[in-house]
């Protein structure tokens, strides 16, 4: 009888916990099958036309080594040239991370060639990169990811066009870069960088934070030489991602991948280097990276289906691809030009488009895992 009772107590105890776990878990995949469905659910299965606007007349691919070149920065219009940051993406969530390089791609010839780094041995994985200039020197920042376990760290070099090769001046290193994207250099030793996430990749709290971006508690970073500050807070973006300077140095831009189905929001720099945000633009897709045109427009590259981009992701499936030039005239409301858009499968195409450049008389459109370019002329 005395084991009939603590059996009788167990099974009431756990019902109570069935009724409790239930409803959350009930809850919790509600609240994933309507981020899902906000990112393009109701729309798995169906196809895009390719469109190209703004001038641009066909496009073609250019293969190289430089596969998954998720980032580009253009060292210069004329000439024509960019840099690359290009590496095995999918390598990230594995425990020993592959390591990948940067290339520079020269638009006129469409070359694309490795670029040796000088003084730095270590293995290197670049996510975002960004290039500033002062009178002296071409500075590159690259965001540079690790194995599992092992924090991201930003890099700093400088180009020696001459020679073609980046020559290592420093690696920072600071308890706040918890999952690095991307970064805007806006000194010799200055830079802001986005957190994508709160806490480290490969982590439950991570993985909870893309499907649930209440819970990501995106930041992004500023470095002022010294140290590390919250520019934005955790919690102050769904997704910060791509990160890029206004031409007047007074303003960056940041593009926030799930914030009301995608966003460019624009901040002020405050002295102390804190960001203050002035407006946003809703893009309604899920916007990447970010390049400032010098006449001021700012090229984005989006993914215009998240859930395609995860089966993407998964099988390597065709992704969808779209490109957004954004102008934003001082006393009138933004200006918005799909530039490109695709369902990432047809002859001259590209999947998961996630950095689009301006560039002389050219549309330079790069992937997130893919092994070719699009250029667009």
């Not at 002295?271 to 045109?293: F, K, R, W, Y």
Request: a neutral charge; proline letters at 6%; one cysteine or more.
């Amino acid at each position: 009888m005395q084991q009939q009772k603590g059996v009788t107590k167990t099974v009431r105890k756990s019902g109570r916990v069935a009724n409790v776990l239930i409803p959350i878990t009930l809850i919790f995949v509600a609240a994933v099958i309507w981020r899902l469905n906000s990112a393009g659910l109701s729309t798995f299965f169906s196809s895009r036309a390719q469109v190209l606007r703004g001038g641009f007349k066909q496009c073609e691919k250019i293969y190289s080594e430089a596969v998954g070149a998720e980032d580009a920065a253009v060292l210069s219009h004329d000439p024509p040239l960019v840099f690359l940051s290009a590496a095995p993406h999918k390598s990230m969530l594995q425990p020993s991370i592959q390591p990948g390089g940067i290339y520079l791609l020269d638009l006129t010839s469409k070359n694309v060639s490795g670029i040796p780094l000088v003084g730095f041995s270590e293995s290197i994985h670049p996510h975002g990169i960004s290039v500033y200039r002062d009178q002296d020197a071409v500075y590159l920042f690259v965001v540079n990811h690790r194995n599992l376990g092992t924090p991201d760290q930003v890099l700093i070099f400088i180009y020696d066009q001459q020679k073609n090769q980046l020559i290592f001046q420093e690696a920072v290193e600071d308890e706040k870069f918890i999952s690095l994207n991307d970064i805007a250099g806006v000194g010799k030793r200055k830079f802001y960088a986005t957190n994508d996430n709160g806490f480290p990749r490969g982590s439950f709290r991570n993985t909870l934070g893309v499907l649930l971006p209440s819970f990501s508690y995106s930041s992004v970073v500023y470095w002022d030489g010294q140290q590390t500050k919250f520019a934005a807070e955790p919690g102050s973006f769904n997704m910060a991602n791509g990160v890029a300077l206004s031409n007047d140095k007074g303003k960056l831009y940041v593009t926030d991948t799930t914030k009301n189905a995608g966003s460019l929001r624009i901040f002020n720099q405050l002295p102390d280097g804190m960001l203050q945000e002035t407006h946003a633009v809703v893009l309604n897709s899920g916007v990447d990276n970010i390049d400032v045109h010098p006449d001021d427009s700012i090229w984005i590259g989006s993914h215009p289906n998240l859930l395609r981009f995860i089966k993407h992701v998964i099988d390597d499936k065709p992704a969808p691809s779209q490109v957004f030039s954004v102008v934003l005239p001082p006393n009138a409301p933004p200006s918005v030009t799909e530039v490109y858009s695709s369902n990432g499968d047809a002859k001259n195409d590209i999947s998961a488009s996630s950095t689009a450049l301006k560039i002389a008389n050219f549309l330079l459109i790069t992937p997130v895992f893919d092994d070719h370019l699009l250029v667009c002329s």
